[in-house]
């Protein structure tokens, strides 16, 4: 049963929060580096959601939310710590959607948003090692772990008839942790890996890498990997040489660009990427089409929820304050309640406002296990003429 900490728009806001006029949500992601290219959308949703809610003119009676971009890097622990110390001392803000990759995401979550006590809720920091992680309650994700990605990857790849895999991935918290998983998953379930190598990002050259991957031989080669950095150029390296023509993508390496950067050479290839189906992704992509984002790029429907969720967490409590939007995360996104979808927050807002309950359904069809966890759903998808097509959602 939900414990709701709820407040009316005309009297349960906390002291100083009815008189606030503004106050801030940190977007915290990798404007630059291996992610960039889809970056920019993740940063527009989320910030459509907060437009949404300024729009109603309900968020704690009246109070305007503003996003502060913050840029995580993807990869550098330091560049990210720095921006989100920023985004807490200088800037004041009240949580942080964000960040993006796993490794920066623990690091930020570790060294910052634990030492303030700051909630943060990543749209795509999917590494299994969150699932056991401490957080003190602060942190949540609207993208499933990859340890279920690993196992959905292999069962894709096995019922495709390929049972003999070489895997490469990117040298971080996220690379590991996927490689961990899928390997486990393929030979448990009777698949066979040739060799699972890391490569860096960041090289100019990976023929190197290839060479080892393409002499341990597979009919296939499995790329865990950054869609703007060492997986397209393993990629790129692996066609040039021949070596592999086949691949198998998982989530990171789903991006336009790579399309764009590889040619027809990548048509056949094949991977999954975190999606969902049915009225929420439906209302999303009619939402996020209206504003002029792209809907069908990587993590965009998490980061519109990210950034709902902690809207209507601090709804819930009727104030900014850190810990007990933390506290209502969990209240607000599952069950009971009323079912929100997107486009929907001055509903919700109005509903917390009265003192009723929501259950947040949102883009990707929201169930929050716990703190460190998302259920969710893939995308199974074959490249074909250029494009991604779906074949089916697990």
Request: aromatic share 6%; charged share 20%; net charge negative.
């Amino acid at each position: 049963m939900k414990k709701l900490l709820l407040a009316t728009a005309a009297a349960g806001l906390v002291a100083g929060t009815a008189a606030a006029d503004e106050v801030k949500m940190g977007v915290l992601l990798g404007f630059t580096g291996p992610i960039e290219s889809i970056t920019p959308n993740m940063a527009a949703s989320a910030e459509l959601a907060i437009a949404e809610a300024n729009e109603s003119g309900l968020f704690l009676g009246g109070t305007t939310i503003v996003p502060v971009r913050a840029d995580s890097t993807c990869l550098d622990n330091s560049a990210a710590t720095a921006a989100a110390e920023r985004l807490v001392t200088a800037e004041g803000v009240m949580a942080i959607m964000g960040a993006d990759c796993s490794g920066v995401t623990r690091g930020v979550l570790e060294n910052v948003a634990m030492v303030h006590g700051v909630p943060m809720i990543s749209p795509s920091a999917t590494s299994p090692a969150f699932t056991d992680l401490e957080t003190g309650g602060l942190f949540f994700r609207t993208s499933p772990s990859d340890a279920r990605q690993g196992r959905v990857l292999a069962e894709v790849i096995l019922e495709r008839g390929i049972d003999n895999v070489a895997v490469t991935f990117t040298q971080n918290d996220y690379g590991r942790g996927l490689a961990e998983a899928f390997v486990g998953s393929f030979t448990e379930l009777g698949g066979s890996v040739t060799t699972s190598d890391p490569h860096e990002d960041g090289k100019g050259d990976y023929s190197a890498e290839v060479g080892v991957l393409a002499a341990s031989g597979g009919d296939a080669l499995v790329v865990l990997g950054y869609a703007d950095q060492g997986g397209v150029g393993i990629i790129q390296n692996a066609v040039e040489s021949g070596a592999f023509e086949t691949f198998v993508l998982a989530d990171g390496m789903y991006a336009q660009s790579l399309i764009d950067t590889i040619g027809p050479d990548l048509n056949g290839s094949f991977g999954v990427v975190p999606w969902s189906i049915g009225e929420g992704p439906a209302q999303f992509a009619e939402l996020a089409n209206a504003a002029g984002v792209d809907p069908d790029t990587s993590y965009t429907r998490e980061s519109y929820d990210a950034a709902a969720l902690l809207i209507l967490a601090a709804q819930a409590t009727g104030s900014t304050d850190p810990a007990e939007i933390a506290a209502n995360v969990l209240n607000v996104a599952n069950a009971p309640g009323e079912p929100i979808m997107p486009g929907d927050l001055a509903r919700a807002l109005q509903i917390l406002a009265d003192g009723g309950e929501v259950d947040y359904v949102g883009a990707t069809n929201v169930e929050l296990i716990n703190e460190r966890e998302a259920s969710g759903t893939f995308r199974e998808y074959t490249i074909t003429d250029g494009t991604f097509v779906e074949d089916r959602i697990h």
